[in-house]
């Protein structure tokens, strides 16, 4: 069930959200799960911490406890080891809290990260399902109408004539990830994206070969050389070399969180 549909049951639900954190925990401030008296939606971290705040969830809506915080230190009381402390608020959802909790989800996909996939072939597919469900926003362009059907509603697709005419719409710290039908067009996006400074990645599907053949490309087009540096290409195959899409989209994907995320876990600056 997606946050909208749980929302949109007609039964009450009361809002767990972690407000605060202290050394080391599963989730950080920010995370927040839907509890009502059948259902739930997300999570804050699994584990007893969770466990007890789908149980004083459920006691609020029964009755038998009160909204407001409460204050876990993860030990061998809680039965978890992470040592941190987690303070998490309880909160009945009226209609006034919906609506502001869908405007708080609707902020928080638009902070997201864009990454831009061009081309809806069988591996931009399979990546843009990999990519679907994360704390990304996903743009699958194609100038294909016929490609672009049967993707994840979180996926926005871009049908476009030109589709290097858009690189310039990734917003700053985001990812172009290049694998259309046609290598000239593969090049023309390329070129674009090498251009801007300020995207976290760019990767483009292909070979050593065709490595080699578009470092010649941009030679010939006056391109500093060491603007390559920056190109991954072949995309995904650093670890495993394996040519099934979705084996390559899962690789790629990771290669993107990577270069976005950071090691903190949050969005590198562009």
């Known amino acids: 069930m997606t946050f909208d549909q749980f929302l949109s049951q007609p039964t009450p639900i009361v809002l767990a959200d972690i407000t605060a954190t202290k050394g080391s925990t599963p989730r950080e401030a920010g995370t927040f799960m839907l509890i009502s008296a059948a259902g739930l939606w997300g999570t804050i ?29 993860l030990g061998p009381d809680s039965g978890q080891c992470c040592g941190g402390v987690v303070a998490v608020k309880f909160t009945r959802l009226d209609e006034t809290g919906i609506a502001a909790l869908r405007a708080r989800r609707d902020e928080d996909r638009r902070r997201n990260p864009d990454v831009f996939v061009f081309g809806a072939g069988h591996v931009g597919r399979a990546l843009a399902v990999a990519l679907a469900p994360l704390p990304l926003r996903v743009v699958m362009v194609e100038a294909r109408a016929e490609e672009l059907a ?9 049908l476009v004539a030109i589709p290097e005419s858009v690189v310039g719409e990734i917003r700053a710290g985001g990812a172009a990830v290049i694998m259309t039908h046609d290598h000239a067009l593969d090049f023309l ?11 976290a990645y760019i990767g483009m599907i292909g070979s050593k070969t065709k490595r080699g053949v578009f470092s010649h490309h941009l030679q010939r ?8 540096q920056r190109l991954i290409l072949p995309i995904g195959s650093s670890v495993v070399r394996d ?22 876990g949050v969005p590198v600056d562009g």
């Open 243 to 264: 040519k099934r899409p979705e084996i390559i989209a899962a690789l790629v994907a990771a290669e993107v969180l990577t270069a976005i995320l950071g090691p903190g």
């Open 189 to 199: 996006i390329g070129e674009r994206a090498l251009r801007r400074a300020d995207l």
């Open 45 to 73: 971290g699994g584990g007893n911490l969770e466990f007890a705040a789908i149980d004083h969830a459920r006691a609020i809506l029964a009755g038998k406890a009160a909204e407001g915080e409460t204050v876990t230190t």
């Open 150 to 158: 049967g993707f994840p509603a979180s996926v926005e697709t871009r």
């Open 221 to 228: 087009q006056g391109f500093d050389p060491s603007l390559m």
